[in-house]
């Protein structure tokens, strides 16, 4: 089953790509998105990233506060979005 890790704090220059690529040192990545501004298109400095169920603890817990280009993210698991 996929779960979905809130991921915050990431630094303005990171791509979707940059994200994907740097949690899949950690575990197995299905799918990366980080959210931008409609108006600007530039990133608000949070993002997704949806990996398998078994893995999302181990994930959680190594990237949790680790350092990405300067900043320390913070990750845990998503809440479902309110109606």
Request: net charge negative; proline share 2%; hydrophobic share 35%.
């Amino acid at each position: 089953m996929v779960k979905t890790l809130y991921v915050g704090n990431i630094p303005w220059s990171t791509k979707e790509d940059d994200l994907k690529e740097f949690f899949s040192e950690f575990g197995e990545v299905i799918e990366c998105r980080i959210i931008t501004e409609r108006a600007t298109g530039r990133s608000r400095g949070y993002g997704f990233v949806e990996v398998n169920e078994e893995q999302m603890d181990e994930i959680m817990e190594k990237t949790n506060g680790i350092e990405l280009d300067g900043r320390k993210l913070v990750v845990n698991e998503a809440k479902p979005r309110e109606q």
